[in-house]
């Protein structure tokens, strides 16, 4: 059988190893190049369940590096999907700069790739944060972009980016902007799974400011689902929100996590001093992404349990993360709070 080919960059991040694992389960047509440049957060297990599938492969690269992405293309690719970036808003605040090369740069050089090798599909995956807070309402995909941290700044950067080239040069390109993702194979920094690994192992979990922040959560398996669909049904120059429905404060979220590891709310909660600049609220309206055939299926009481319950199982392979660069980030992000 012929293949179609995807290059999916990033693809041993999170989202990306998530959409990497479905493409290859339930699409028997499509195979699948990653390239990552394996930084603190791609990591090979989060493949290693389709390394041995003759329809994966991949190649060690950075998406700033022109040479390595021509490598990747090989002999022509059908679509490039772009998952890699720096997305961590606290480690943002730390260090900018590496947002701004790979976030900004990156998407330059791949965009640059997918012009001179003429792809069918070019899609970016970026985020609810350039729309910045909302106080009240649901962002739609024509409402402006208020990007307030350097991270959503730099993923902003991307996405006016890849507008520009659909625009100027006619790129087949599509941009998709998902919620707070959730689910297994997530690096222990962000919120769920830096709670669950901290709650499992008896330690405290750091909640910033008021814990009254708001944030809508979307499974990981309902975002890849999502990005593959516009991928192959949607209107080449838009952006298709991706939300998953789900908004709950951090405070919510915490005492589901504290129940769920049994643990209790007095020994585990320590409240600590707010991220600078940081947004309230974010909400995505669906609508657009709904008319096109895509809605979030899974049920969040559900799928965060599971999720605790992955974590419980794979400390295999989550422990190992928790030391060496990680220890040395929680230091410098905590220490003085
Ligand atoms: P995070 O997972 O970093 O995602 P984002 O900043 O992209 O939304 O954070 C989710 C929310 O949880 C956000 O409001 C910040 C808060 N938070 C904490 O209160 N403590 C923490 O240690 C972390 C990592 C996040």
């Known amino acids: 059988m012929v293949h179609r080919r995807w290059l999916v960059t990033g693809g041993l991040g999170f989202?990306?190893?998530?959409?990497?694992?479905?493409?290859?389960?339930?699409?028997?047509?499509?195979?699948?190049?990653?390239?990552?440049a394996m930084t603190y957060a791609g990591n090979p297990a989060n493949c290693a369940e389709v390394a041995h599938d003759s329809r994966y492969s991949f190649v060690k690269g950075d998406i700033a590096d022109?040479?390595?992405?021509?490598?990747?293309?090989?002999?022509?690719v059908d679509a490039i999907v772009n998952f890699a970036a720096e997305t961590h808003v606290d480690r943002s605040i730390l260090?900018?700069?590496?947002?701004?090369?790979?976030?900004v740069m990156g998407t330059h050089v791949l965009l640059e790739a997918a012009r001179r090798h003429g792809v069918d599909r070019y899609l970016q995956v970026s985020t609810d944060e350039v729309y910045g807070d909302v106080d009240h309402g649901a962002s739609t995909e024509a409402d402006p972009i208020r990007p307030r941290s350097p991270y959503a700044a730099s993923k902003a950067g991307g996405d006016l980016?890849?507008?520009?080239?659909?625009?100027?040069?006619?790129?087949?390109?599509?941009?998709?902007?998902?919620?707070?993702?959730?689910?297994?194979?997530?690096?222990?920094?962000?919120?769920?799974?830096?709670?669950?690994?901290?709650?499992?192992?008896?330690?405290?979990?750091?909640?910033?400011g008021d814990g009254l922040q708001v944030r809508d959560w979307l499974h990981v398996d309902d975002h890849a689902r999502g990005i593959?669909?516009?991928?192959?049904?949607?209107?080449?120059g838009e952006v298709y929100n991706l939300g998953g429905g789900n908004s709950r404060t951090n405070l919510e979220i915490t005492k589901e996590l504290i129940r769920l590891t049994g643990r209790s709310y007095d020994d585990s909660v320590r409240y600590v001093v707010d991220r600078p600049g940081h947004d309230r609220r974010y909400a995505l309206d669906i609508s657009k992404a709904r008319a096109l055939g895509w809605f979030p299926r899974v049920e969040f009481a559900q799928g965060l349990s599971e999720t605790v319950g992955w974590y419980r199982e794979r400390a295999d392979w989550w422990r190992p993360l928790k030391s060496g660069e990680f220890r040395?980030?929680?230091r410098r992000q905590y220490a003085l709070r």
Do not use: C, M, W
């Not at 006619?170 to 919620?179: C, D, E, F, K, Y």
């Open 15 to 36: 989202i990306g190893s998530a959409f990497v694992r479905l493409a290859l389960r339930e699409r028997s047509d499509v195979a699948v190049t990653v390239l990552d």
């Open 161 to 208: 980016q890849v507008l520009a080239y659909h625009t100027t040069f006619g790129t087949p390109a599509l941009v998709t902007r998902g919620s707070n993702t959730y689910g297994p194979y997530q690096y222990p920094e962000k919120l769920i799974p830096l709670f669950v690994t901290n709650l499992l192992d008896g330690e405290e979990v750091p909640v910033y």
């Open 228 to 236: 593959a669909h516009v991928l192959e049904h949607g209107t080449l």
């Open 66 to 76: 022109a040479a390595r992405i021509d490598e990747a293309i090989g002999e022509g």
């Open 328 to 330: 040395d980030y929680y």
């Open 95 to 103: 260090d900018p700069e590496a947002f701004i090369r790979t976030d």
